[in-house]
Structures are given as C-alpha cells and as structure tokens.
C-alpha cells in the first residue's frame, strides 16, 4: 500500500476506484483524519483486507464497496489462462479472504454475494473472456457504489421530514459520507435538514474506544457548515435531561427481520435513554444493512476487537499492563426502542417485521 499525501483541497471520497480493469483501489485512511488526509492504494486483496481490518476504511456501506472493488483486484491478478475452474477457485479465495475481515456489518457479505453472482454468470457463459470476467466485474463494482450514493440522498430526504424545523440531534460514531460511497445515512439526513434550512444543532458522541464522533463525524459536520458540539458519550444522559435533544439519530452495521438493529458500541445505552427522556430514536441504513434471513438481533455477530483500543487508545497507556478487557464494536439496539427506521425506500414506523418487508418490497 503506497501512501500519498494530499495535495488539493476538493472533498475526497473514502473509497474510489482510478483506472479500468487493471486499476486500483484508493482509500481515504480513516484512521489519519482528522489530522491528516491521507490517501492510499490497495494493489491487492491482503492490502485490502488489512485495511478493513485497521478501520483505513470503515462504516457498513463503504467496507461493501471497498470489498466489490477487492473482487476486482483479485480478478484483475489471474494469471492469463481460459481455465475457468482456476478463475473461480481464485475469486472465491478473495471472497473468503475479504469475507473474514469483520463480521458485524452485512453490507460487506451483501456486496461480496452480487459479485460471486456475477462470477458464476461468467463461467457459465463461455463466450464471456477473461477481461469480459474483469469488466463485468467492475462495472458490478461501481454499481454498487452508484446505487450507495443514490440511496444515502433518499434516506436523507425521508429522514429530514422525521425533524422539526429546530432540533438538538444527538448522533453516535460515524455514520456520514466517510462510511458510505457519499453523504452518509444518519448524517445525510441531518445535512438534508440543514439544507432544507431546519435549524440542526447536533452532538457528537466522541464513540469510545476508536472516537469515530470525534475525529470524523465533526470533521464531517464542519466540512458541510453544520453547528455541533462534541460531548463524551457519558454525556448524553445529562444533555438529554437538559433538554438540549429532540431526536437520536444512528447508522446500522445490521439489521434484522423483526427490526433489532446492530450498530457501534453504545448505540444500545443510548436507546434506552432516549426512551427515557422521551426522545425519538431512529436508525438510518440502506436496504443493503437489512439481513432478513436473521429473525431477530440475538444471530448478530458481534466483532471482538483488540484489548489495546482500550488500553493504550490514545496513544499512551491508560490501564495496568495485563488488565482484563472486554471490548465488543458493536451492541445491538431492541426494535421496540427504535421509533423509525429510514430507508432509501421509506421510513419504517412503527417497526415491525411486516413494516419492514412491505417498505422494503417498494420499487426504488
Ligand atoms: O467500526 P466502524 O467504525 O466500522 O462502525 C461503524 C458504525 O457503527 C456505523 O454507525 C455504521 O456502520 C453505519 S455507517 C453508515
């Protein structure tokens, strides 16, 4: 992976793909900002998979994409030969690679099935070349990627209806244009808003361990002229009590069939307060992020991360060497705390398993 520094000042996409078939793969490194934006190449699928897995590239929506266009890199290594046995068994390799790489978000399993669905399509056509395989294959990639852009603008627009036309918004993590392929879903919604000219004030979780809130969500925020202020995720009770919140707004790494939405870590506590502050709490996610195979949040995988985000996090110890961590990504928020769920379909409320597969049955 070969780093490059920033040279213009034009707002960058987190995942992009330059070139044709034999192209590459350019990530904004998440974990740089907001201090640094750093772009960098993935020639490969372990560059890839090492990235997903060091959150370079983060949020459900943009590791499907970065994991589409991984496929490509993987198509675009085979060696030239018509054996079509050897080109599936290569690209299922890749999938299986940069299927391991975290668990919790669906997107990237979502993503990783359209693009076996376009290999199998291949082999089976003998007519279909080996760069025909890779063509096709990146056109597959960029759909994706289009149809994430298109979906975010829609859920921000159902969404903003949800908001009165002054609000305190409380948001948790990242769920912007840096986790998606542009505009983000939560805060697509709230950037809607704000445009429509809704008096937004938002704040910002800074999301423990890894400050998602603080380091890319008021970067995201400042960038597109949002007023916000940044609180520690302890703070949310008292900023709640104060009065200063009239809606919670989330992103999804998960959904599933009856409504249970997995998302970061603390996404759950954040639920029940605003139960008991009486506050809206709604989730925003395409219909990539619903896994309707799960009949409830309990089949969730939730992804175990390293005992050092906790530990040593801000780049000095914060614990005893050898303390005892235990340090989930994600939590899972029951569907009877959340009042709407938005989708690029419409808005989900009350939520309920046939609530959710009627909006989702809609045409786009
Ligand atoms: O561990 P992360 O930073 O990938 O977690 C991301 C989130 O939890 C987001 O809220 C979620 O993926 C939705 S992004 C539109």
Redesign the pocket.
Known sequence: MAPHNRADSAPLPSVRWTGGIDGRLILLDQTRLPLEETLIECRDVDALVEAIRA?RV??????GIAAAYGICLAAAALPDSDDRLQWRSALADARAQLAAS?PT?VNLFWALDRMTRVVEECITDSCVSQSDLRQRLLDEAHAIREEDRRMCHAIGRFGAELLPPSAGVLT?????GL??AEY???LGVIFTAHDQGKSIHVYVDETRP?L?GARLTTWELAQHGVPHTLICDSMAAQVMREGRVQAVI????RIAANGDAA??IGTYGLALLAEAHHIPFYVA?PSSTFDLQLPDGDAIPIEQRSADEITCGLGRRTAPRGVEVYNP??DVTPARLIAGLVTERGVIAPVSPDAIRKVLARPQ
């Open positions: 959150l983060r949020g459900a929506p943009a590791i975290r978000a948790h993590c990242n769920a912007g986790a998606t983000g879903t939560a890894l998602q989330t992103g999804a790494d998302n970061k996610a990504a994600f």
